[in-house]
């Protein structure tokens, strides 16, 4: 939809960036000359071998982010709810309906738009193998009848049985349903028998949970909850791999509330996460074990981070646990791997690893296997991963890029590396000093190969190769104006990418503009190309595929593709006098795109469920008297041949092949 262009030395093009140079410009980058000599890690996990020597971990570590905000604490917290979960039947049901008899084979539907094949991630929506869909909405799931469409039915309602539980994401499996979130336990009202606190993080008199509860939904009119587990920490992550889902949490001990306190006074209850479960209707509260706890020689965050495994089919199994003492931020996993990042500050002092006064990244790598958890080693790199995409794991190597920021230099200036670590995670190859005064805004990692976009003003789309791991280098690279903040494969030679178009102005700054896509051709390395690329509407334009990549829908077999699109557009044309101006909302719903290396991007559909005429500006500020916000098209989803749109208070179905709508499904909750 634009064209603009900055004195002729710009060509637009898409999310990703591109110059008129007649030959690719590449990175000055640093590469090491000869291969990195593994050193004996300094992070190898120690066991814990009694509560004096965790006490003893505990205060040695202790921080002074805690600062001494007077609360009285007493250990009387309340018990986690429970209470079986409600159901409603909205869809017509009588309570003595029988569950429907299983289907014969599977019912085609698109999944979940994930990084790693075979590792499922968690969803606000998600299509099971017998056409049911289920939904995530204001502490309730949906259970809808989605196929066949003639059918279409809200089947019943699960009210999750806890005010302060807050669902993240569901997955399903074989008729179990898992809803994962994070619950808020408060703490019992002070007295002035307790003890004076000195945290300043719980101040507010409570504590975070991670909770997952299982249900039944073979009866999709009467799901029933068959487990409910809590585990002490904020919600980090999950990932389901066959039947065991892997969560990772993050807590403090709650012996920092107390203030004089010695290693020899601190009750274990104090120091360690407890596990609840719900199983059957009986309740059980138990504290973890310290066999199952570790730490590293230089942690530096006196808090826990805990990976958890549940089987899903089978709800007597017990739940396994492995926590190490140091801090938790991005995970990624492999059908055989964990892998937690975790910021480390490095104020001052020595550091064979990385330089004062900087920022790095340590790794933590867990085997995981049928639901067993065990620690494989710890690795450490300079910089911060941007998220789950910075990361990878092709065979026995582990690769990450990250962004290193040097804040305390007075200069903040930039640049980024590539690092790749062996299976026991000592760096073994590295690319750094790639695009200085840039940061990474994505990154993609495809077998032997790495995609990186940075962005500042003109900015390249980094191909780099890392056939010898030892080795890693920029094989080439494509400048376009832009960036891209999601890159995802079409096939081993091409890719597309998912961002923004920008407008260089005469000083030289860049102004993110509206959306854009491009599709590349990367099967020459060292000669990428933008074979095509499309602009969609102004300034102030979004879609949550920027930064969720779950709200991508992707049929390789069709190659069809869609995304939700907030669609602001300009009352007059671009001034490129004032390009910081904003567009008006004209439209919200899901763009769906035909795309072939062939022919480039075709557009197939714009579905909306706006209940309003087309050129109607949309205020933001009428959302509320309106209702427009919860007609907002936030999913996408194929079952059989039909497309469906889902926002909060409805379910579009469209044929696919002529995308003629032919059924409306408004909730009733």
Not at 282 to 309: G, I
Not at 342 to 371: L, M
Request: charged fraction near 20%.
């Amino acid at each position: 939809m634009l064209n603009h262009r900055n004195k002729g030395l710009l060509l637009l093009a898409s999310g990703l960036l591109f110059t008129v140079a007649a030959q690719p410009i590449f990175a000055t980058a640093t590469v090491a000359a000869t291969v990195v000599k593994p050193v004996e890690s300094k992070l190898k996990p120690q066991k814990i071998t009694s509560r004096l020597t965790l006490a003893n971990l505990l205060m040695k570590h202790k921080t002074n982010r805690f600062y001494s905000y007077p609360y009285y604490y007493n250990d009387m917290a309340p018990p986690l709810m429970a209470e079986a979960p409600v159901v409603d039947k909205v869809g017509g049901v009588d309570s003595g309906e029988t569950a429907a008899a299983p289907t014969t084979s599977p019912v085609s539907h698109s999944d979940t738009n994930i990084q790693v094949q075979g590792v499922d991630e968690s969803d606000i929506v998600k299509v099971g193998n017998d056409g049911y869909i289920y939904q995530i909405h204001n502490g309730v799931i949906r259970v809808v009848k989605g196929h066949p469409v003639v059918e279409l039915t809200q089947t019943a309602d699960i009210v999750l049985p806890d005010a302060n539980f807050t669902a993240s994401g569901i997955y399903i499996k074989d008729g179990k349903l898992v809803v994962i979130g994070s619950a808020w336990q408060t703490l019992a009202q002070p007295d002035t028998t307790g003890k004076m606190a000195y945290s300043y993080w719980n101040w507010w008199g409570g504590y975070s949970q991670t909770r997952a509860l299982i249900y039944d939904v073979s009866d999709h009119a009467n799901p029933k909850q068959i487990r409910d587990v809590a585990i002490d920490g904020d919600y980090l992550d999950s990932r389901r791999i066959g039947d065991n889902l892997y969560f990772v949490t993050r807590t403090y001990p709650r012996y920092y509330m107390y203030g004089d306190t010695s290693a020899t006074t601190i009750k274990a209850a104090d120091m360690l996460p407890s596990i609840v479960e719900n199983k059957a209707g009986k309740m059980t509260t138990r504290l973890m074990n310290v066999a199952d706890l570790s730490y590293f020689p230089d942690f530096v965050e006196p808090d826990y981070v805990v990976v958890a495994s549940v089987n899903l089919v089978q709800p007597d199994k017990a739940i396994t646990t492995k926590a190490y003492l140091g801090s938790g931020e991005l995970v990624y996993a492999s059908m055989q791997n964990l892998y937690l990042s975790a910021s480390k500050y490095n104020y001052g002092g020595s550091s064979d690893v990385v330089p004062q006064d900087s920022v790095s990244t340590q790794i933590y790598k867990f085997g995981i296997d049928k639901g067993a958890v065990n620690f494989a080693a710890a690795g450490e790199v300079g910089g911060t991963p941007l998220n789950q995409f910075s990361m990878d794991e092709n065979s026995d190597y582990f690769r990450i890029a990250t962004t290193t920021q040097s804040w305390y230099s007075g200069t903040s200036e930039s640049h980024n590396s590539l690092f790749v670590l062996n299976k026991d995670m000592q760096t073994v190859g590295k690319l750094e000093n790639l695009a200085k005064g840039e940061k990474i805004y994505s990154t993609r990692f495809m077998g032997n190969r790495c995609y990186i976009v940075t962005f500042k003003q003109l900015d390249p789309l980094f191909a780099i190769d890392l056939t010898v791991p030892e080795h890693p280098f920029v094989a080439g690279e494509l400048k376009i104006p832009g960036y891209s903040d999601y890159l995802h494969p079409y096939d081993e030679n091409h890719l597309i990418g998912f961002g923004r178009d920008a407008y260089v102005t005469e000083s030289g700054s860049a102004v993110p503009l509206g959306l854009k896509m491009a599709l590349f051709d990367v099967s020459d390395m060292k000669n990428p190309q933008e074979l095509y690329n499309v602009s969609i509407g102004d300034k102030g334009t979004d879609s949550p595929l920027l930064s969720n990549h779950k709200a991508l829908y992707w049929d390789a077999e069709k190659h069809l593709f869609g995304f939700p699109v907030d669609l602001h557009e300009l009352s007059t044309s671009f001034d490129s006098k004032n390009p910081w101006n904003y567009g008006n909302g004209t439209w919200q719903g899901a763009y769906i795109y035909e795309v072939t290396p062939g022919k480039g991007f075709i557009e197939k559909a714009k579905l909306s469920q706006l209940p309003i005429t087309t050129n109607v500006t949309i205020n933001y500020g009428d959302y509320g008297t309106y209702d427009y916000g919860n007609y907002f098209v936030d999913r996408i989803l194929r079952i059989e041949s039909n497309l469906y749109t889902l926002s909060n208070n409805q379910l579009n179905v469209y044929d696919l092949e002529n995308f003629r709508e032919q059924s409306v499904l408004a909730f009733k909750r």
